[in-house]
């Protein structure tokens, strides 16, 4: 099978479930983020009446759990994609 | 106890449901068990509970799913409040719109079903795409909904003459009564039919149990209509789709082929099934449940704008995980996602009648999400998937 030297071949599979987990978690953390935004804006507009306090309390630790969130999805990307990849050069089908 | 374990694990979403419901009866002194705010529990969450069927099926798939949905929920609204300013013809206007939907599905369902492009950035361009065509035919502005034809078909409280006369809207609870023993009588048929083929069965407590628990809830349910305005029109709506994807999800092969194509793909595809087609028929259902709610929407707020459906696809999505669908695919039920969706609904009403400023809401929505965050980053780590 002819393949690029420098190409990594994949089970499509798992590949596709790898960047399924991404993109999940991704939108997860990115919702996360909107409600610490969305906190924050309610505050400043004067519509909420949560102490200041909270508010950072809130937005703090949702952006910081969306960051650290979107660090684990790529790490597990990677690892997924890594346990993806095909090693053999020949003889191999796609699982 | 191992039985007893089984059962939990079965229902935790079920004792969810019941515990958050409690605790919110407990927040509200009962008001959320007044019958106008359990009549509105339903509609208010008629679009989630309907669109989180067609979500079903894309997740089913493999995770999958439709972030477009929100928008074509606007496009097909604007669509709606556009022909009927324009004078067109209700019925005409719901079909055409319904069309519509099919357009978009079809659309989507191509690329990504026949030509392979990721649901994610498939659904996410249709997202941009199809709000900005809603802003556009509605130019940026509120456009009302006045044809009572149109409100009456999908707002409307049925009125037997005779019986619903009085303030008593007895119709209800006659319904009711009869669904409750439908309900046991065809528990039992089917339980007789199964035991003369020999079949493996559910013991009878936890089956009459369990139907039995679902009468009550639908009696009590009816009671409460009977003492507000009856039953919705919108109610029958959200029950025609629920009971028609819980059929084709549980008794056909067709809904079979979407577990299928979820669990193993290449193997679906050795067997003979059409996967493409089965990509294509998800996302085609799930754009004519989005167009069907865009319908129910416009008529229960009476008017659309640019941001109607804002963040709904999340509702959605929301209700399918949290009754039991798979991010990878090939498990989930419709009664899963209707517990999930009204555990949604339940949380959204009760902060509502509590009068809870809206960031605590968004405190709380985001501390429930970083619950699932947790549970996910710790079971991953337990089987060292990360």
Same mark, same amino acid.
């Given at each position: 099978m002819f393949q690029i030297p420098s190409g990594k071949k994949y089970y499509e599979k798992l590949k596709s479930k790898a960047y399924t987990g991404l993109a999940l978690r991704v939108?997860?953390?990115?919702?996360?983020?909107?409600?610490?935004?969305?906190?924050?804006?309610?505050?400043?507009?004067?519509?909420?009446?949560?102490?200041?306090?909270?508010?950072?309390?809130?937005?703090?630790?949702?952006?910081?759990?969306?960051?650290?969130?979107?660090?684990?999805?790529?790490?597990?990307?990677?690892k997924a994609l890594k346990a993806a990849e095909i090693r053999e050069t020949s003889d191999t089908e796609e699982q | 106890m191992e039985n007893t374990q089984k059962l939990l694990k079965k229902y935790t979403m079920t004792i969810a449901l019941v515990v958050v419901f409690i605790m919110f009866a407990f927040f509200t002194n009962g008001k959320i068990f007044l019958a106008q705010n359990i009549s509105n529990l339903l509609l208010q969450n008629a679009y989630v509970l309907v669109m989180a069927c067609g979500m079903l099926l894309c997740i089913l798939t493999g995770g999958n799913v439709d972030l477009s949905v929100g928008s074509t929920l606007c496009l097909v609204g604007a669509v709606a409040a556009q022909f009927m300013s324009a004078g067109l013809n209700p019925i005409v206007t719901i079909v055409l719109c319904l069309g519509i939907s099919l357009l978009i599905g079809i659309w989507q369902g191509f690329w990504i079903g026949y030509v392979h492009i990721p649901p994610f950035i498939c659904t996410l361009a249709g997202m941009f795409l199809f709000r900005g065509l809603g802003r556009v035919i509605l130019s940026s502005k509120t456009v009302n909904i006045s044809d009572k034809t149109f409100l009456g078909i999908f707002t409307s409280y049925i009125t037997v003459p005779g019986l619903d006369d009085g303030g008593m809207k007895w119709s209800a609870l006659i319904v009711g009564v009869a669904v409750a023993v439908f309900l046991i009588g065809y528990t039992a048929f089917s339980r007789v039919k199964k035991a003369q083929k020999g079949y493996t069965m559910a013991s009878p407590f936890v089956a009459f149990g369990k139907i039995i628990a679902i009468s009550a809830l639908v009696i009590v349910y009816a009671w409460k209509l009977t003492n507000y305005k009856g039953i919705p029109v919108m109610l029958l709506?959200?029950?025609?789709?629920?009971? *028609?994807?819980?059929?084709? =999800?549980? #008794?056909?092969? &067709?809904?079979? %082929?979407?577990?299928?194509?979820?669990?193993?793909?290449?193997?679906?595809? *050795?067997?003979?099934?059409? =996967?493409? #087609?089965?990509? &294509?028929?998800? %996302?085609?259902?799930?754009?004519?449940?989005?167009?069907f709610?865009?319908? *129910?929407?416009?008529?229960?707020?009476?008017?659309?704008?640019?941001?109607?459906?804002?963040s709904y696809e999340m509702d959605a999505i929301g209700s399918c995980f949290i009754g039991g669908a798979s991010a990878y695919g090939g498990s989930g039920t419709i009664p899963g996602i209707v517990i999930g969706a009204l555990l949604l609904g339940v949380i959204n009403q009760g902060m509502s009648i509590c009068g809870l400023d809206n960031n605590w809401q968004y405190v709380i929505k985001g501390a429930v999400l970083l619950l699932a965050v947790i549970f996910d980053v710790v079971s991953n780590h337990k089987t060292g998937k990360a």
């Open positions: 939108l997860v953390a990115g919702y996360v983020l909107y409600l610490a935004w969305m906190i924050a804006s309610g505050s400043i507009s004067g519509e909420s009446t949560m102490p200041v306090w909270c508010v950072i309390l809130f937005c703090t630790l949702f952006a910081v759990s969306a960051v650290f969130f979107i660090i684990y999805a790529i790490r597990s990307f990677i | 709506w959200i029950m025609l789709v629920v009971l *028609l994807y819980a059929f084709i =999800t549980s #008794k056909t092969a &067709f809904g079979r %082929y979407f577990y299928a194509v979820g669990g193993n793909e290449k193997a679906t595809k *050795l067997s003979g099934i059409d =996967t493409k #087609k089965v990509y &294509f028929v998800a %996302y085609c259902s799930m754009s004519i449940l989005a167009g709610s865009g319908l *129910l929407v416009a008529a229960r707020i009476g008017s659309v704008n640019g941001d109607m459906g804002m």
